[in-house]
């Protein structure tokens, strides 16, 4: 695991101290080395570095850049490769020599065998850049699920790219200025789909993604792989006995396979059903006690699993540790900004902060739960989907209006939170109803508080929806959502959180729900596998019954949040205020007048709750204040 940036150019050499400062900002990524190689071929340099976070191959020859024989190509690797050892064999027996026990060497090698063909035989997470000297190329690429992030910025006759923003900002001809048309996007979701970023000419690497840069130019990303559902009616035709036993293999192959480290590994134990049985097949495979690590939030006894997180620990005999999340954490708040490099909308990437900060007192690496509810079809909203379709549609304007009135209720389980939710998508058409339970900002609320440009542009958001969810075809509804949600809250949100906060902590996460094989899987099984008698995830129960305390196999989805309400009516109370109640806040200048202002007393009166609406402005409110200031703190040289 490591961060990884370099720079393209034609003509002129590349200044090696631009490259150091560079990986200055991505110290924390990787602590245990930095490696800088500077190529050239005709007028075309390349400079490629990495900070190196050692896991397989401690010693000295897993430094990058990683060469092959004759020195003629070139790697900067982030990330994991899984079938590494597979690979490995089969490059051998075609006569390649390495010089490492590293996973990122197949790379390097299988590049000489197959060319660009090696992407797709990769099974893992990473991001890497490979330069071919002979053909005065760089190759770029990204995993399949977007675990690992790659962030370019193009220019005339030269390319930046590195695995966080901030080194980007650290090169002085990549310029610093926001793009104010995402903040619809941003608005509605707290975060951005596809290549955009906050910054003008800054874009990233789509998942399962390639792109070439040579003399010529660099070219448009091209896709190597994308998850497919049959059409309705079309899926596997398997019974819940066998399909729970291929489940229950391919997770135990997933967590094996994961397990490969010449450091310590421990798991991320929440008490939920897919941390609780990472943990259990981590502890069935392990020869030694697995270490656990569960985060709990005070103040709001709803928001706190570690009960659930320690019962599970003494079911499967971990050594366990835990940790209390208090809101004086929120004055970690402009550290955490910096670690995303721009607005972000989840402030659960508090809490995981936090525990990922525990996590790496003891260990290096830790498995987690992250996409079993995306694969499985865990969330509420995806059950309340196929409920709301069969609403007859002449009812389902009067029930929504009747369920909006119920009153706003609190805590984590709150029913009539659910329930007013449910009535305000239930009459509107699938994508539509989905964007209107999941969003941060309704589109009709986000198109009332920006200023008149930007909301027009809500509608936009709202078809990008809709087109995504299309892609999925003649799909059942639950498998066009579970697209929809692979497609953009995944990458765009979870794994963007995880990423972040965990690599501000130098901890390595490795997440076997999102294992290739079982993704594919998951994916060609019949809806009615995945959710029955109402409830979601129907087939891991039945593959973990028996492995697992009874309660969890029973127990509701419960996610990593964060009690905003509570902390806003309380010590959060002041630090709100003072950003955004002032009429020279930064976000004023995108909103209607007096818009934030609004929200802020209606929240802190309690008539509505706005928790999670707030957190997003304050978000972006510290960015745009602290923006200035970042190009001097990534040592940029103006």
């Not at 990472?278 to 709001?300: E, H, I, W, Y």
């Not at 525990?358 to 409920?387: I, S």
Request: include cysteine.
């Amino acid at each position: 695991m490591c961060g990884i940036c370099g720079i393209l150019q034609v003509g002129g050499p590349i200044p090696e101290p631009v490259g150091r400062r560079m990986l200055r900002t991505l110290a924390h990524r990787g602590p245990d080395g930095e490696g800088v190689g500077v190529y050239e071929r005709g007028s075309l340099a390349a400079l490629l570095g990495s900070r190196r976070l050692a896991i397989i191959d401690l010693s000295p020859a897993g430094d990058q850049p990683i060469l092959n024989e004759d020195g003629s190509v070139a790697l900067v690797f982030n990330g994991e490769i899984y079938n590494f050892q597979a690979l490995r064999d089969d490059l051998l027996a075609r006569g390649h020599r390495f010089r490492s026990r590293t996973d990122a060497e197949v790379i390097v090698h299988g590049y000489e065998s197959f060319g660009d063909e090696i992407v797709p035989r990769l099974d893992g997470m990473f991001a890497f850049a490979l330069w071919d000297g002979r053909a005065g190329r760089l190759l770029l690429a990204r995993d399949r699920m977007g675990k690992k992030p790659l962030y370019l910025y193009a220019g005339e006759r030269l390319l930046v790219f590195a695995s966080e923003i901030k080194a980007l900002l650290a090169h002085p001809a990549v310029p610093v200025e926001a793009d104010p048309t995402v903040l619809p996007e941003y608005l509605v979701h707290g975060y951005l789909l596809g290549r955009r970023t906050f910054y003008r000419g800054i874009v990233q690497l789509p998942p399962a993604s390639t792109l070439i840069a040579d003399a010529a130019g660099v070219q448009d990303p091209r896709a190597y792989w994308r998850l497919t559902f049959p059409p309705s009616g079309e899926e596997r035709r398997v019974s819940e006995t066998e399909a729970a036993a291929v489940v229950r293999g391919l997770l135990e192959a997933a967590v094996r396979r994961r397990l490969i480290s010449d450091v310590p590994l421990g798991a991320l134990l929440s008490g939920g059903l897919d941390s609780s049985i990472v943990a259990a097949l981590m502890a069935a495979a392990s020869p030694q006690p697995v270490r656990t690590f569960a985060a709990g939030l005070a103040g709001d006894a709803s928001y706190d699993e570690r009960p659930h997180a320690r019962a599970v620990a003494k079911w499967v005999g971990t050594q366990h540790a835990e940790f209390e999340a208090r809101a004086d954490a929120a004055a970690l708040f402009d550290d955490l900004l910096w670690h995303h490099d721009q607005p972000y909308g989840d402030s659960s990437a508090l809490p995981t902060y936090l525990i990922s900060g525990l996590t790496r007192r003891a260990v290096t690496v830790a498995l987690a739960g992250d996409g079993g509810d995306e694969v499985f079809a865990g969330y509420e909203r995806f059950r309340a989907a196929l409920l709301a379709e069969r609403v007859p549609r002449p009812a389902a304007r009067p029930v929504g209006a009747l369920l909006r009135l119920l009153p706003q209720g609190r805590g984590y389980y709150s029913r009539l939170t659910r329930l007013r939710r449910f009535g305000a998508g239930v009459a509107a058409p699938l994508a539509r109803r989905y964007l209107e339970w999941v969003a941060v900002t309704p589109p009709r609320l986000a198109a009332a508080l920006l200023e008149e440009g930007l909301g027009r542009e809500v509608g936009a958001v709202v078809a990008a929806v809709e087109a995504i969810t299309a892609e999925a075809g003649d799909a059942h509804p639950l498998h066009r959502l579970l697209h929809l949600n692979f497609t953009t809250y995944l990458p765009g949100d979870l794994l963007v959180k995880m990423d972040r906060m965990s690599m501000a902590q130098s901890l390595e996460t490795r997440s076997p729900f999102l294992d290739l094989a079982l993704v594919e899987y998951a994916a060609s099984l019949p809806p009615g596998l995945k959710i029955r008698r109402g409830r979601g995830k129907a087939l891991l129960r039945r593959a973990f019954s028996g492995r697992l305390p009874p309660a969890v196999l029973r127990r509701a989805k419960h996610g990593f949040g964060v009690p905003l309400d509570a902390w806003f009516h309380g010590p959060l109370r002041p630090w709100l205020e003072e950003n955004l109640l002032p009429a020279d806040a930064r976000v004023s200048a995108f909103l209607r007048p007096g818009a934030a202002q609004r929200l802020v007393r209606r929240h802190l009166a309690g008539r509505e709750n706005h928790g999670h609406r707030l957190w997003t402005l304050l978000t972006l409110e510290r960015w745009l204040r602290l923006l200035p200031s970042w190009p001097r703190r990534a040592g940029r040289a103006e």
